[in-house]
Every structure is written in C-alpha cells, then in structure tokens.
C-alpha cells in the first residue's frame, strides 16, 4: 500500500537557518504530495501542494519540488523564523489506489525555532 | 466565514462510556472526512462522509466506531465502550465535492482522553 516516510524529529534550529525536512513515499500510481503544518493546538493547514513530476510548491518562502525519481518531496526554506515552530506532516493521495479523496500522512516532523 | 468546527475540542471519558464527537463543515461544503492523530504518529483516514451517505469507512475500526452525516445538523463520530487505547486526537476535514482533496479544510480536533 502507499505510504510516506519523514526524517524523524524533533528538529531544532537557530532564526535564520536554513531548513530542509526529508520525506520519501511509495505508492502505486502518480500522487498528488502535500505538505501541512499544525500549529500548536490547532488543525492542520496546507502549506503547498504538487500534483505532478518537477513541479514545484511554494508558500510562505517554504519550497518543495515533486522529484519521481527519487519518490521525495523534501521540504526547504532558506531562512527560518521563530514563528514557523510546527509539526509539519507530508502527505500524499494516489487516486490509483482508489482513494483518490483520502490522505496518507507521514508521522510529523516537529520543528522549535530558538531566538 | 468560519472554519470547520469540532467540538467538544477536549473530551474525557471513563473506560465503557460513549464518546460522541461533533463536525460542522465549512459553509458550502458537502463533504466530511475524518482522521485519528494516535500519539507519536501521524493522521490515519478512517471515513469519507456525504449527507446522508458513508462513501468510504475503509479506516474504521469494524467494532464499536460508527459515523454519520445527517441532511441537518453536523458530522458525528461515534465511539461506543471506549478503551484506554481509543485516546487520540481526532480530526475532522470538510471540501466542497468537486475539488476533493485539494479543498480540504481541517478542524482543530478533539482531543479524547480515556481513563
């Protein structure tokens, strides 16, 4: 069956460093991958989404490029603030699988940005 | 415009109680899925619900978990003889039909403590 794979955490980072956190999946056909990002206490938010090879999702100066060659979808920013501490979760949906509207979600990765 | 309400956001329960928990989609949307956030991991599916009908219950426990979504009213989850190993957080999704996983609007969750 399909799933997702995220490096392990917690991840802990000085302001202004750059970021990348890891995710490899596998699945049947082509899937749509997602990042989301779940603030303290709150539900999870889509930061960006790519819905085909080499494509490229970016928000909030976060990027991750669609790479199926090597099945991952890393996600990376160049100069992280003391507001982007998160758990940040990769997701896929694989609509060969025949759940094209439900998510695979990896386990997290929680991230504390130090002053 | 609000959001997707959950409530109650956190609920105890002693060990062979009911746990009910409630969704109210985002305005519009007609679609409501929910996820079960066990601790340490990430969000497992567990059902995909349209008014009136269970579309895909593949991640429901067979025993003791029921879901529904009436014409009027919200989402509920239902957990009946709760063990000690149903504490989790659950979380509710909301789309509009069309755009299934890519309209996607999670709630904040409730978070169950058996005891």
């Known amino acids: 069956g399909d799933s997702v794979t995220q490096m392990e955490g917690p991840v802990t980072l000085s302001e202004e460093a750059f970021l990348t956190i890891n995710c490899t999946y596998t699945?049947?056909?082509?899937?749509?991958l997602f990042w989301y990002v779940q603030y303290p206490g709150e539900g999870l938010q889509l930061l960006l989404k790519a819905t085909k090879a080499d494509d490229k999702g970016s928000n909030k100066g976060f990027e991750a490029t669609y790479r199926k060659e090597t099945t991952s979808f890393h996600l990376e920013k160049g100069s992280v603030q003391v507001s982007d501490s998160a758990v940040y979760f990769c997701a896929l949906s694989d609509p060969s699988s025949g759940s094209a509207r439900q998510l695979t979600f990896g386990s997290g990765t929680q991230l504390t940005v130090l002053p | 415009n609000a959001g997707v309400m959950q409530n109650p956001r956190h609920l105890v329960r002693r060990r062979g109680q009911e746990a009910r928990l409630r969704c109210s989609p985002m305005?519009?949307?007609?679609?409501v899925y929910w996820y079960r956030q066990l601790p340490e991991e990430g969000l497992k599916f567990m059902v995909y619900l349209q008014k009136e009908n269970i579309i895909d219950e593949s991640g429901m426990p067979k025993e003791r978990f029921s879901a529904e979504f009436p014409k009027e009213g919200p989402s509920i989850l239902r957990i009946q003889q709760v063990v000690r190993g149903d504490s989790a957080a659950y979380f509710c999704a909301s789309s509009p039909g069309e755009t299934g996983i890519y309209g996607y609007t999670f709630g904040s969750g409730t978070r169950l403590t058996v005891v």
């Open positions: 305005k519009g949307h007609s679609h």
């Open positions: 699945a049947t056909g082509y899937p749509s």
